[in-house]
């Protein structure tokens, strides 16, 4: 069965400093893709960036990257230059045919 | 502008009650989802649409119940043999059915109804 792992419930930064949220997974399917996505205190999910199990090089989208090591079934997210808007929840995704997962989340406080 | 609207914000219920959230998109598109959020949790799915008046069980079905007449409506019914309603219900769509199209999976998501029982 697929699972998602994200074993920091909570972290800190500092303004402008760059972080770095965990995210592991377990799925038998070869085709898959991650996803993260933010969640405000608003409640509404905002999709961040993708990465395809197949694709060579890493993704980025602006401040947002992913560090993608296929072979440990990780897939980290590197925010750079963190902002105060930033603070939030992160929730890691996997979809493969016919399933999706998300992850528990990880709440994350930008400090001025 | 396009995008996905649910209604209402919030949801105040009667135990024994059934009551329909509504969700719709413009953005055209194929595939729209039902997703139930508890405090400190992630999302669990409950039901999920590929086509018109076609949907399909998620992990949480029971106590559920949808339809979808048009491709921009996904109504979701929460019916009173739902034991434990209160919860945030967040409605997406996506371009393609997830795990079928790469990028193209990607799910956008409304607002949110924030439902309570009392």
């Known amino acids: 069965a697929q699972k998602i792992t994200q074993t920091q419930p909570g972290m800190f930064v500092q303004e402008k400093e760059a972080v770095t949220l965990d995210c592991t997974y377990d799925t038998s399917d070869p085709s898959y893709g991650l996803f993260w996505y933010k969640q405000p205190s608003s409640g509404e999910m905002i999709f961040l960036i993708y990465q395809g199990s197949y694709d060579q090089q890493n993704a980025t989208e602006g401040r947002y990257s992913l560090n993608f090591q296929k072979a440990r079934k990780s897939a980290n997210l590197v925010i750079s230059a963190s902002q105060l808007g930033d603070s939030a929840m992160y929730f890691c995704?996997?979809?493969?045919?016919?399933?999706?997962?998300f992850g528990p989340g990880t709440s994350l406080s930008v400090i001025p | 502008d396009g995008g996905i609207t649910q209604s209402p914000k919030y949801l105040f219920r009667k135990e024994g009650q059934n009551v329909t959230l509504s969700c719709e998109q413009n953005l055209n598109h194929d595939a729209m989802y039902w997703y139930r959020q508890d405090p400190g949790q992630g999302l669990r799915l409950i039901y999920y649409s590929q086509i018109v008046n076609d949907f399909q069980k998620g992990d949480i079905a029971e106590g559920y119940s949808v339809s979808r007449e048009k491709k921009e409506s996904f109504p979701l019914t929460v019916t009173s043999a739902q034991k434990n309603p209160t919860a945030f219900y967040l409605c997406?769509?996506?371009?393609?059915?997830?795990?079928?199209?790469?990028?193209?999976?990607?799910?956008?998501f409304g607002p949110g109804t924030r439902l309570t029982v009392l």
């Open positions: 997406a769509s996506s371009p393609f059915l997830y795990g079928t199209s790469g990028v193209k999976d990607t799910q956008y």
């Open positions: 995704a996997v979809t493969s045919y016919d399933k999706v997962i």
